[in-house]
């Protein structure tokens, strides 16, 4: 099992950036790739950010790309998205994820989950 606690999340206006963080832990985490995605209400779940286990390859979905960055730490057991520029839509609930293959694939599939953390961009 891995377990993920997400932290960083807040609200901000238009134009202004957060660091979401993400702690794994659990005897089982080396090997994962790990990821973010997000939830807007009323949406469904989608895919933000996505980084290999040696943070090698990295992969953005079009609405962040060249605004957000995914990176880990596996020393520290920890990925961060640091967002930039961010933007009222990009508000949702954001969630870590790791999988032993890839988090690119089917939402559905993915092995692990964190709790979630809010955040709220205001215009």
């Known amino acids: 099992q891995v377990r993920l606690v997400e932290s960083g999340g807040g609200s901000v206006q238009t134009g202004g950036s957060l660091r979401l963080s993400c702690a794994a832990s659990?005897?089982?985490?080396?090997?994962?790739?790990m990821g973010w995605f997000r939830q807007a209400p009323g949406k469904e779940r989608e895919f933000v950010a996505g980084i290999s286990w040696t943070g090698e390859n990295t992969y953005y979905s079009n609405h962040v790309k060249g605004r957000f960055t995914i990176s880990r730490d596996n020393v520290e057991n920890t990925v961060h998205l640091q967002m930039n520029s961010l933007k009222p839509e990009d508000t949702a609930v954001y969630y870590c994820?790791?999988?032993?293959?890839?988090?690119?694939?089917?939402?559905?599939?993915?092995?692990?989950w964190g709790q979630g953390t809010q955040v709220t961009v205001s215009s």
């Open positions: 659990g005897r089982t985490y080396s090997g994962v790739a």
């Open positions: 994820a790791a999988d032993y293959g890839t988090v690119a694939g089917p939402i559905d599939k993915i092995d692990f």
